[in-house]
């Protein structure tokens, strides 16, 4: 399944769960660290934070969804000092784009939750699959 029908078509996370666990295979396979995916994740939780102070305040998602958007630069570095990270780079890149296809904030509140499960899962599988320190 691709990320688009993740993001669209998996009212029950089952194929979100498959892909998370297939990419984990490869990011251990590639020799991703868990420091560098933790150094990502550790941004992701900040704008979950700022995501979900903004449920009251439209405009707030709008600084949350910015620094999401700002992910993407700062990817792009991370793989350029390490060629381990261009895996998870293009599969939080595409997830990023997603969230961003939403045509309303309630949509693109269900897309970034949708985000932080694939993340989630993937970091979670990482680990357990022997991701290395």
Known sequence: MTLPSIFSNDPTGAELVRFAEQTADRLVHNGLTRA??????????????????SQTDESGQVDALRRL???????DYQTARAEQVRLLRDVLTQAIDEVNRAGDPKERNRRFQRFMD???????????????N
């Open 118 to 132: 694939l993340f989630e899962a993937i970091l979670a599988y990482h680990r357990s699959k022997g991701g290395k």
């Open 69 to 75: 958007n700002m992910l993407k630069p700062k990817l």
């Open 36 to 53: 560098q995916i933790r150094n990502i994740f550790t941004e992701v939780r900040k704008i979950e934070t700022m995501w979900d102070a």
